[in-house]
């Protein structure tokens, strides 16, 4: 999927930025033509289909680069970043590309260095030297046949509340997601600052959907406040997205956002008092969203939503989304009555790395457990009220 549509990008899109790291511009033409060249290089290393390569390598142009090109080779992306490198003993990967100074030594491992770093991206053009001598200026292999439980992108549970858990995506599940945020517009994503780094959820597994539309995506190498305000003025972005913490400092600040249209509030719940103050301070509609790694996809309010419904709940599923609330013994329960959230879609993940015997978090109807605690009310809307007792960490 991700081949195909980095190809169409770069014939829509072209000269486009699709990626945009402080001033540093790489755009969907030079995208496409570079992951063709790393993953000549990456299948000139020995990565197969199914192997796992793992990013331990900053936010950035490389990050996207590298996870097009493996998934065009049909490798397997796991994005660690530069601070969660325990989660390495869990993937068993045939490749690790990180950039100076990020891992100690790793014995038996095939360790590709590029020549990247968190300082100064003053070039203006994206530099292939950022690659080092990974790209092979070569076709990538051919294309294999579809496959939609073929694995992709590997992303991780948050580990507040227990050990991390690689959670796997395949085809399947990316192609659900891409339905679901782009269906079959092509070019209608306006820019957006992401909030949470790129081998998140967030971004690990819609980013179909930034191909498809066309989104131009800001990335922080590390998210600040003043960071997050000042590309959010200087390129008039419109929509202000990330956790409650992330923006309750941006309210912090006082900085003005002249051209804000739109805030969203996901990855945990949003206190009403934090939804209230964010529209009275902005004027514009706030949106609460819920969804657990597992999920894919979730629920949400929606800007034409009364305001009250952001602030006592996290909305209603999104279409293909089915909600269930459950005891502990897995019995369905009625409206108004809490119990253990579950949810289901075509994007819940395919499984845990390594089949792990949190392999349960499964019910026997698809519906995944996440751990919280909810209830539905008359109107549909799902409210939350932390975790149930008898939840695994997760």
Same mark, same amino acid.
């Given at each position: 999927?991700?081949?195909?549509?980095?190809?169409?990008?770069?014939?829509?899109?072209?000269?486009?930025?699709?990626?945009?790291?402080?001033?540093?511009?790489?755009?969907?033409?030079?995208?496409?033509?570079?992951?063709?060249?790393?993953?000549?290089?990456?299948?000139?290393?020995?990565?197969?289909?199914? =192997? +796992? $390569?793992? /990013?331990?390598?900053? !936010? %950035?142009?490389?990050?996207?680069?590298? *996870?097009?090109? &493996?998934?065009?080779? #049909?490798?397997?992306?796991?994005?660690?970043?530069?601070?969660?490198?325990?989660?390495?003993?869990?993937?068993?990967?045939?490749?690790?590309?990180?950039?100076?100074?990020?891992?100690?030594?790793?014995?038996?491992? =095939? +360790? $590709?260095? /590029?020549?990247?770093? !968190? %300082?100064?991206?003053?070039?203006?053009? *994206?530099?292939? &030297?950022?690659?080092? #001598?990974?790209?092979?200026?070569?076709?990538?292999?051919?294309?294999?046949?579809?496959?939609?439980?073929?694995?992709?992108?590997?992303?991780?549970?948050?580990?507040?509340?227990?050990?991390?858990?690689?959670?796997?995506?395949?085809?399947?599940?990316?192609?659900?997601?891409?339905?679901?945020?782009?269906?079959?517009?092509?070019?209608?994503?306006?820019?957006?600052?992401?909030?949470?780094?790129?081998?998140?959820?967030?971004?690990?597994?819609?980013?179909?959907?930034?191909?498809?539309?066309?989104?131009?995506?800001?990335?922080?190498?590390?998210?600040?406040?003043?960071?997050?305000?000042?590309?959010?003025?200087?390129?008039?972005?419109?929509?202000?997205?990330?956790?409650?913490?992330?923006?309750?400092?941006?309210?912090?600040?006082?900085?003005?956002?002249?051209?804000?249209?739109?805030?969203?509030?996901?990855?945990?719940?949003?206190?009403?008092?934090?939804?209230?103050?964010?529209?009275?301070?902005?004027?514009?509609p706030v949106c609460n969203r819920y969804v657990c790694t597992e999920a894919g996809l979730g629920l949400g309010t929606r800007p034409d939503d009364p305001p009250e419904d952001a602030e006592a709940s996290v909305g209603k599923p999104?279409?293909?989304?089915?909600?269930?609330?459950?005891?502990?013994?897995?019995?369905?329960?009625?409206h108004e009555q809490p119990g253990e959230v579950l949810l289901r879609s075509e994007a819940v993940m395919s499984g845990y790395v390594g089949n792990s015997t949190d392999q349960p978090v499964f019910a026997k109807d698809g519906f995944?457990?996440?751990?919280?605690?909810?209830?539905?009310?008359?109107?549909?809307?799902?409210?939350?009220?932390?975790?149930?007792?008898?939840?695994?960490?997760?």
């Open positions: 999927m991700l081949r195909l549509l980095a190809g169409e990008a770069a014939r829509r899109f072209g000269g486009r930025a699709a990626v945009v790291t402080g001033t540093t511009r790489l755009t969907f033409a030079d995208l496409d033509r570079l992951s063709d060249h790393v993953a000549a290089g990456l299948a000139h290393r020995g990565a197969r289909i199914g =192997d +796992v $390569v793992v /990013l331990a390598l900053p !936010d %950035g142009p490389e990050f996207v680069i590298c *996870y097009v090109a &493996a998934a065009k080779i #049909g490798a397997v992306t796991a994005g660690t970043g530069t601070e969660r490198l325990e989660l390495l003993a869990m993937l068993n990967p045939a490749l690790v590309i990180t950039a100076p100074r990020v891992l100690p030594s790793l014995p038996g491992l =095939d +360790v $590709v260095t /590029l020549p990247v770093d !968190d %300082g100064d991206r003053a070039r203006q053009p *994206y530099d292939p &030297a950022r690659l080092g #001598g990974l790209p092979r200026a070569e076709p990538p292999p051919p294309p294999f046949p579809p496959d939609p439980s073929r694995p992709v992108v590997i992303t991780f549970t948050s580990g507040r509340t227990g050990p991390p858990k690689g959670v796997v995506f395949g085809e399947r599940q990316l192609e659900a997601i891409r339905a679901h945020g782009a269906g079959a517009r092509w070019g209608t994503g306006e820019a957006r600052l992401v909030p949470h780094p790129l081998g998140r959820l967030g971004f690990a597994t819609r980013l179909p959907v930034f191909l498809q539309t066309g989104r131009t995506c800001h990335v922080l190498p590390k998210w600040s406040v003043e960071g997050a305000t000042r590309v959010l003025r200087e390129h008039g972005i419109g929509v202000l997205q990330g956790s409650p913490y992330q923006l309750s400092r941006v309210l912090d600040c006082g900085e003005n956002l002249p051209d804000l249209a739109l805030v969203l509030s996901g990855g945990a719940p949003a206190a009403p008092e934090l939804i209230r103050a964010l529209r009275a301070r902005y004027g514009v999104r279409s293909g989304v089915d909600v269930s609330i459950r005891d502990e013994e897995g019995r369905v329960l009625p995944v457990r996440t751990g919280d605690r909810g209830y539905i009310d008359h109107t549909g809307r799902l409210h939350l009220e932390g975790r149930v007792p008898w939840a695994a960490g997760s």
